[in-house]
């Protein structure tokens, strides 16, 4: 893939975070809650869609489906030549269409984390639920593994992703942080395990294990009783937005397990069925 530029890229929009992921016209989740998280922070985001669906699926009708191959190619290619990620400090990634996609997510990255080192890479696996099984296509798992996970500084999975991406039954903490663990390379440096398992966790609570090479974190936060779509999306840009604000990545893990629940709490207490941010940060 080669860049062209054209103009003055002095004068290129100046943007601080990228977000790669699902599109809907109606609800709550990919870009839909990512980049609206990441404004409401204080942010310039640019959103590249992956799939373009008038809802989620779990409404009775869906319109839409995945952005073709040549196109989603062409909106990366198109960031490059207008030199748009010049001033770019993060990207983050969430559901992807297909294995096509994913191999040409992972040679856009490799071409910008040549150019731009500094820059950081969140990937969220997007692949299912353990209430739900998996929703990609099978040989996903497999392109996020081999192509997709070595490009990322850190990786988003919950539990059941993790377990889908090493291959171990991670029914304990003990577990899932030595799996965790097997994702983590020169580059990757951690992961943050949503909806982590938990020895002799209360039925009320739910957990994140932020895993390093050196360092194992637990946050403890309210499990919130309702089945929104999107709270993994959620996470995702408010930990990138708070890592943007300066916060520590301890820090910043906590801070977006609270936000989750806070957004959670205030779609309820209005409620709708669609994740609703509220007025202030």
Known sequence: MTAILFGDGQRALRTDIISVQSQVVYGSVGNSIAIPTLHQAGFRAMAVPTVLL?????????????????????????LLERDAVRHVKGIITGYLGSVGQAEILADWLEQVRERYPHL??????????TDSGIY???????????????????ITPNAFELERLTGRASPGL??????????????????AVT??????????RMQVALVTAQNVEVFVHPRVDAELKGTGDLFCSALAGKLLQGMSLPEAVKGASDRVVDVMRHTLALGFDEL???EHP
């Open 54 to 78: 008038s809802n989620t699926p779990h409404y009775p009708s869906l319109y839409g489906g995945a952005i073709p191959d040549d196109w989603f190619k062409g909106y990366l290619t198109g």
């Open 120 to 129: 950081w890479v969140i990937i969220d696996p997007v692949m299912g639920d």
């Open 136 to 154: 990609v296509k099978q040989e996903l798992p497999q392109a996020y593994r081999e192509r997709l996970l070595p490009l990322a500084t850190g």
């Open 174 to 191: 003990a577990q899932a942080v030595d799996a965790a663990r097997t994702l983590l390379n020169g580059r990757t440096q951690w992961v």
């Open 195 to 204: 909806s982590a398992p938990g020895d002799d966790l209360p039925a009320d």
């Open 276 to 278: 609703a941010l509220p």
